[in-house]
């Protein structure tokens, strides 16, 4: 099915294949009850990329067929927020007619927040100049009538900013409100409200748990400002400068005592915590002031290589969200020999695709 096509009345369907799914795929381990939140069946996403198609005087957003790689002309995106949807409309109207901001542009991404903000990134293959400044500017405040609407142009070796490169998004997670920067062109979650899901399932299984929390692929702060909360001190990693600078500003905008971020990588930190190297970087920080008893990971696809999956087998309590199904079952088969899982979730994060976004909680075997 083309993302055009999605209709709600097919949601509840597709959630329960990937239900099945993702039971019949771990049914070879000792799992609880699988936990299971849904999203909103029409406009969740909060970021969307498409290529744009010249053809003549008209311009259209286009996407490929998975199945044939052919073009097609896309006017309504239904997994994309309203919002994205509406700027998409006027921003085509205005932008077919300017030959300078049309010339040699060849994709457009958009990021947008719950709370009504929305970034729009031009690229191009063209140099940008001092007209194109002018004719996007001149864009941007007829659109800044409607919309909390900022610009960026990208080219070969060039990022025009117009004004701004981020958005701040407004999160309630029970009911306590927290805010996020989160930059233009970094890793963001794509479906907030199920992201709120699935900060408020981190909160609920880590209350009243003791001692200190390590959190590795920190982002910007999602999991770790939120949690910090939970316990007595937070020191979590993340290796992206990008992310790295969002997520100081956000301990600042938040006001969390108790959390600092080190940039580094999990590979880096498991060095650093078995004394083989000394970085710069964990100047003013004594790991041994730390009593982490519960260690957050939530990696790439790719999972957690084999030395950072023995590095967190030694924590008393593991919480791990997973984006990818198959390398969560393969770090399984080694977390398993150490710890139980006592809780299970399924966090449908991207509906009406095999993506699935699950969750574990890891406990050490007495």
């Given amino acids: 099915m083309r993302p055009t096509e999605i209709q709600a009345s097919s949601y509840s369907e597709q959630l ?62 239904p997994p994309a927020c309203i919002l994205i949807n509406e700027v998409m409309v006027d921003l085509i109207l205005l932008l077919k007619n300017n030959e300078p901001a049309r010339r040699k542009l060849f994709q457009v991404d958009y990021l ?31 659109l800044r009538k409607k919309y909390k609407i900022d610009i960026i142009g990208r080219a070969k070796k060039q990022k025009i900013v117009l004004n701004k490169d981020y958005v701040t998004e407004e999160l309630t997670i029970n009911q306590r409100n927290f805010t996020f920067k989160q930059i233009e062109n970094s890793f963001t979650q794509p479906n907030a409200h199920v992201n709120t899901k699935m900060i408020e399932w981190a909160l609920d299984i880590t209350q009243n748990t003791s001692g200190d929390l390590l959190e590795l692929y920190c982002g910007a702060g999602n999991f770790s400002i939120p949690l910090a909360q939970n316990f007595e001190k937070v020191l979590a990693t993340e290796i992206s400068k990008t992310s790295v600078a969002a997520a100081q500003d956000n301990i600042l905008q938040n006001n969390i005592k108790n959390l600092k971020i080190v940039r580094m990588s999990s590979e880096e930190f498991v060095e650093a915590q078995q004394g083989v190297r000394e970085f710069r970087r964990l100047a003013g920080i004594n790991l041994t002031d730390y009593q982490c008893k519960t260690v957050l990971v939530d990696p790439p696809r790719a999972g957690l290589d084999d030395s950072t999956v023995d590095m967190v087998s030694q924590y008393e309590n593991i919480v791990y969200i997973s984006c990818n199904p198959d390398t969560l079952k393969h ?13 299970f979730a399924l966090f449908d994060q991207f509906p009406y695709t095999h993506h699935a976004e699950c969750g574990v909680y890891l406990q050490k075997k007495s």
């Fill in 16 to 77: 329960q294949n990937k239900t099945t799914f993702i039971k019949d795929n771990f049914a070879q381990h000792p799992m609880p009850e699988l936990e299971i939140f849904a999203s909103e069946p029409l406009h969740y996403r909060l970021r969307a990329e498409f290529r744009l198609w010249h053809d003549g005087d008209e311009l259209h957003h286009i996407m490929f067929d998975q199945a044939t790689k052919q073009k097609y002309q896309v006017h309504h995106f």
């Fill in 331 to 343: 770090n399984l088969d080694t977390l398993l020999k150490t710890h139980v899982v006592t809780r």
């Fill in 112 to 142: 947008a927040t719950i709370s009504g903000e929305i970034i729009v990134s031009l690229l191009y293959h063209k140099a940008l100049d001092e007209q194109w400044v002018d004719v996007m500017q001149e864009i941007r405040s007829t």
